[in-house]
């Protein structure tokens, strides 16, 4: 049969046999006015007052958005706040995006995220890690994770972060308390929060908050710094609102982190010979880093010594930012790489990237189709390269014998399987 991954802006079409399990997101609907259900959710919030009691003359007030790499409908739900916020001017407000270590937007991706209206008329402020000179120590948490923050947004007096609600391969949800950190953190604080111990962890995998030593200091962190007003969505696979949460931060990402369960969280019973996965295509697969996620959405399903196969884009390349193809330089192995990331004092940002992407690799053979690399990229990154996928997935199946059975998340990560038994 012939099926449309997510890959790029266009898609991918590919042939796999009548037998294979495809498994997608529950099938939701657009949301028939989004804009009335922002205004509604900022408006009846959960836990909290409404918006416009909550904020008082002349505070200057934080907006935390996600970067370049996430779908989030930035300028709808910016547009929301200041239309429930008429009194506060312009100049009361700053936008921050919440990069983590990612690099910063660039102004054309600025204009893109939020609208050019946006841009000209309110401060933004792209985070950046790694300046200490923009960073402040905040505490720590009981846990002993040092919190290093934006100091600007530290010195809001009324902070509110957007975002949207998705499983997340290691944090187990995105959005809520991730807007605050890693999102704002400083690069010391990120480096603990996705230390080897942290990532190692198995409970820090997809759908697990509590429990999730991940997730359970990013809460910490959050409740720590302060934030007084969070706002969610969630999206279906056209990158469409389907549902709006607001008000107190812990009550509103709970809410959405229980829907998203039910819309992209799908049990199998029994593990798969081959699994054919993508990053659900632009902007989620702009590089092979962002593409370790539907890997690891794969590696839940499919069988000691079988097979993934990925196929993502990759147009911003490795990237040739940050540490990552450093990292899987430094290592002639999967294995190698995890003995490396777990030896003592070993500290690299993103690492944590290479550490889950090793430990996919230990459990299963990876191959990826990245129109946007070349094979020599892709084997010095430790992956076998594939032209065609539909070839790809005929081999491995072959290769598996007789009965092998077959796999396929059209949408990568936006539905996460996971065995029943």
């Not at 989004?34 to 408006?43: P, T």
């Not at 909290?48 to 904020?55: D, G, M, P, S």
Request: glycine share 8%; proline share 5%; net charge negative.
């Amino acid at each position: 049969m012939k099926l449309r991954l997510d890959y790029g802006t266009d898609g991918l079409e590919v042939e796999v046999p009548q037998t294979a399990t495809v498994i997608e997101p529950a099938h939701t609907a657009a949301l028939p006015d989004m804009h009335a259900a922002l205004m509604d959710a900022v408006r009846r919030p959960d836990g909290t007052a409404r918006l416009r009691e909550l904020v008082r003359p002349g505070q200057r007030v934080g907006i935390s958005v996600c970067d370049f790499t996430r779908p989030q409908p930035r300028r709808q739900m910016l547009e929301a706040i200041f239309e429930e916020l008429t009194e506060v001017g312009a100049d009361a407000f700053t936008i921050f995006v919440a990069t983590g270590t990612h690099r910063a937007n660039t102004a054309e991706e600025l204009d893109q995220m939020l609208g050019a209206e946006i841009v000209s008329s309110y401060r933004v402020v792209n985070h950046v890690a790694r300046d200490e000179s923009t960073l402040r120590r905040a505490g720590t948490t009981g846990n002993g994770v040092e919190v290093l923050m934006n100091a600007e947004w530290l010195d809001c007096d009324f902070r509110i972060t957007t975002g949207f609600v998705e499983p997340h391969f290691f944090a187990g949800f995105s959005g809520g308390p991730k807007m605050a950190a890693p999102g704002l953190a400083g690069l010391e604080t990120v480096m603990t929060l996705h230390d080897a111990a942290h990532i190692g962890s198995p409970n820090a995998t997809w759908g697990v908050t509590h429990g999730n030593p991940v997730h359970d200091d990013v809460r910490e962190i959050a409740r720590m710094t302060g934030v007084d007003f969070a706002i969610d969505v969630t999206l279906n696979r056209h990158k469409e609102v389907t549902a709006v949460f607001a008000g107190e931060l812990f009550a509103e990402h709970a809410a959405a982190c229980e829907v998203a369960r039910r819309t992209a969280m799908r049990p199998v019973e029994a593990p798969f010979d081959v699994v054919l996965t993508t990053n659900s295509g632009f902007p989620l697969d702009q590089n092979l880093y962002q593409a370790v996620k539907g890997m690891s959405a794969a590696a839940k399903v499919v069988k000691t010594g079988g097979t993934i196969i990925c196929a993502a884009e990759c147009r911003d390349g490795i990237p040739d930012h940050g540490s990552y193809a450093e990292i899987l330089a430094s290592g002639s192995s999967p294995g190698e790489l995890l003995s490396l990331i777990n030896s003592p004092g070993y500290r690299v940002p993103d690492q944590w990237q290479v550490q889950i992407q090793a430990m996919v690799q230990e459990r299963a053979r990876v191959q990826v189709k990245a129109g946007m690399l070349s094979d020599e990229q892709l084997r010095a990154a430790h992956f076998e390269p594939v032209d065609d996928v539909t070839n790809a997935v005929e081999a491995a199946l072959a290769n598996a014998g007789r009965g092998a059975t077959l796999c396929v998340l059209p949408q990568g990560p936006q539905t996460i399987p996971y065995l029943s038994g």
